[in-house]
């Protein structure tokens, strides 16, 4: 059973696709259930990732990347979350955000804080998400007021990814008037150790656990002026742009969690024997193996199309849409007909197909829950 193979993807993104299944079963896999069960941030993991190449290299080889496209970020995304979603997501998460500054910023603003991200010597996170605003952008209420040559800001951000590990991370908060709901928000680069910033991890996850997320306050948070990403209020359409590109990968999330609940369930139905012969010599576990592949294979199908449609800017909006959804929907689908195959053994902590399980539940509901992609759906289609 081998899910994932490259026949589906671009000819130039194999290579990478390549290094990142060896490295994953190197690193990821070997060390998955430990972290997994202690909940610790994997820093060994993460440098060994960053001393592979494979951390941080969508940004552009001048600040010191490898310039990865989509394509390229998809095919390490499918596999290194088919290892394991907790520890994948510490590794994408330790540049989550850059794209925003080397799309927009300066060149001063990519010297300083793009390429130490690039090159190892220090982590980013994004702050979008606040306790009282989930999916709506143009909802959030974090503040940032101009006063003489400095912003202060004001307010809280949660589930935050490195609110605590990353050196600086980038900052989405109101700028205007607030009858502008698509023209009052801005970006900026916010050090972590900066005054008025205070970050506490979100304590113990049921999934992902791997991961650290974080909940920041900021109160009377001073940052220089030239802090501000791009143009001022234009932060909405730049998080929009950015959501297109991160939601074909979260749909990688989704594709690389099926295909690892798709070698459990078949690895155990091929060998687990009932009544005398393999469970999987009767037609009802044969019908929902098939009913994984079915599921499986239309999603990756949509994923590595949306990919493509993405990447050339084709109604991104919606194919990113279309993707995330049926993708991490599927995973969702794949791990609970897996859990069932497992019968109770699929309740052990120690089982692979528990831990996809309960990182599937997670996909659906970050970048953009599942219903707010229904929403673009509709909206956006042609």
């Known amino acids: 059973m081998e899910p994932l193979d490259d026949s589906i993807v671009p000819e130039h993104a194999r290579e990478i696709k390549a290094e990142a299944a060896e490295f994953a079963r190197e690193h990821i896999e070997p ?17 060994a990732g960053q001393e592979a190449g494979l951390v941080a290299q969508d940004i552009p080889e001048e600040w010191g990347g ?20 907790g520890i994948a997501l510490t590794l ?45 952008l143009a909802g959030m209420e974090t503040t940032a007021e101009k006063d003489g040559d400095e912003w202060v800001i004001d307010g809280e951000k949660y589930w935050i990814g490195n609110g605590v590990e990353a050196d600086w991370i980038t900052l989405y908060a109101k700028t205007g008037d607030e009858d502008n709901r698509y023209g009052n928000h801005s970006m900026f680069i916010v050090p972590t150790d900066a ?13 992902m656990r791997a991961s650290k997320q974080a909940h920041i306050e900021f109160d009377g948070c001073r940052i220089p002026e030239e802090n501000l990403i791009g143009t001022e209020g234009a932060g909405f359409w730049m998080l929009a742009e950015f959501f297109n590109h991160g939601r074909v990968i979260v749909a990688g999330h989704g594709l690389g969690i099926a295909a690892a609940a798709l070698e459990e369930a078949w690895a155990f139905t091929h060998d687990r024997e009932e009544f005398g012969r393999t469970i999987s010599e009767f037609q009802s576990v044969q019908h929902g193996l098939a009913d994984m592949l079915l599921e499986f294979e239309s999603a990756r199908a949509l994923t590595w ?58 996909p659906v509901i970050y970048e953009g829950a599942n219903e707010i992609q229904r929403n673009l759906i509709y909206g956006q289609a042609p």
């Open 66 to 85: 490898r310039g990865l496209d989509l394509p390229q970020l998809l095919a390490v995304t499918e596999e290194f979350y088919r290892a394991d979603a």
């Open 92 to 136: 994408q998460l330790a540049s989550f955000g850059c794209e925003i500054t080397y799309e927009y910023g300066s060149d001063e603003q990519c010297e300083e804080y793009i390429r130490p991200v690039a090159e190892g010597d220090q982590l980013s996170g994004l702050a979008v998400s606040e306790p009282e605003t989930g999916s709506d």
């Open 305 to 362: 199309r949306a990919c493509e449609k993405v990447q050339s800017g084709e109604n991104a909006g919606y194919w990113a849409a279309m993707a995330k959804t049926k993708a991490t929907e599927t995973a969702v689908d794949v791990t609970e007909q897996g859990m069932q195959f497992h019968g109770g053994r699929s309740i052990l902590d120690e089982r692979r197909i528990a831990r996809a399980y309960r990182d599937a539940r997670i």
């Open 195 to 207: 005054d008025g910033y205070d970050a506490e991890h979100i304590p113990e996850k049921m999934a």
């Open 31 to 47: 060390n998955a259930q430990e972290y997994f069960q202690s909940g610790e941030y994997p820093h060994e993991i993460l440098e």
